[in-house]
């Protein structure tokens, strides 16, 4: 079973910058799929970011040039950089986590989550 937990929420005003961290209790970085999804109030949850096994990044348009993943495979940590933040990635963010190769943005794909961390910004 793979328990992931997040940090690194808050809240900071539209243009600045937040890091989310995602720790896994199990390294499935080698033989799975990461993730970063949000979910803002009355609206259904999104992807923002997915990282395979080999580091194959998706993005999702919205955050693209403003969002970066990375992972410290030691640390068995994903990392959501966040920059030039604006009101409408206010959300609580979620990691999650998934066995094998396949690896996109579709929530449904994944088995794992974490408990999620809230970030707002405000304009």
């Known amino acids: 079973q793979v328990q992931l937990v997040e940090s690194g929420g808050g809240s900071v005003q539209a243009g600045g910058s937040l890091r989310l961290s995602c720790t896994a209790s199990?390294?499935?970085?080698?033989?799975?799929?990461m993730a970063w999804f949000r979910q803002a109030p009355g609206k259904e949850r999104e992807g923002v970011l997915a990282i395979d096994s080999v580091g194959f990044t998706t993005y999702a348009d919205s955050v693209k040039g403003r969002f970066a993943i990375s992972r410290d495979n030691a640390k068995k940590t994903l990392y959501l950089e966040m920059s030039n933040l604006k009101p409408d990635d206010t959300a609580m963010y979620y990691c999650?986590?998934?066995?094998?190769?396949?690896?996109?943005?579709?929530?449904?794909?994944?088995?794992?989550w974490g408990q999620g961390t809230q970030v707002t910004v405000s304009s």
């Open positions: 199990e390294y499935i970085y080698s033989s799975g799929c």
């Open positions: 999650a986590a998934r066995h094998g190769s396949w690896c996109s943005l579709d929530v449904s794909g994944f088995n794992y």
